[in-house]
């Protein structure tokens, strides 16, 4: 017998009546637990709410444009009595082979020095340090600002 779950908008910090701008899913997806299920934006940021538990998608209760906070209903899914629906395990993935340096030694590049060996003075502080400016960084980077923190951010590219 199939247990019913219903799967609600966690706690997305002071949010309150965000609009659902995408439905990710649809009746009759099998998803797994953690797999994005719609996207909000509030004037701030673009999340996407994530499943509670893996099952298949029974009902949807929300569409696009519905406003939602923590604790609204998102969807009911039909979980297994574990609470996890069986899936065939992935493959493993080959190991990549080494490369092999050619004959005359052309095109071998020196590996990149580790972290580690830097031995300057650090001049920059932070409490909190986010990797990378791409969606999800840029959203960190301003929300740990916007709540006080003295935050650094990192991008490998020169211009954002």
Known sequence: MANLIDVKVPDIGDFADIPVIEILVKVGDTIKKEDSLVSLESDKA????????SGVVRELKVKIGDKVSMGSLVLVLEASEAGIVASAPAPPEPAAPSPQPSPKGEGVKAPAPAA?????????????????????????????????????????????
Do not use: W
């Open 46 to 53: 673009t999340m996407e709410v994530p499943s509670t538990h």
């Open 116 to 160: 580690s060996s830097y031995t300057g003075n650090v001049d920059v502080t932070c409490e909190i340090l986010v990797l990378g400016a791409g969606p999800g960084g840029y959203s960190a980077a301003f929300r740990a600002a916007d709540l006080g923190m003295k935050t650094v951010m990192v991008e490998r590219y020169a211009q954002l």
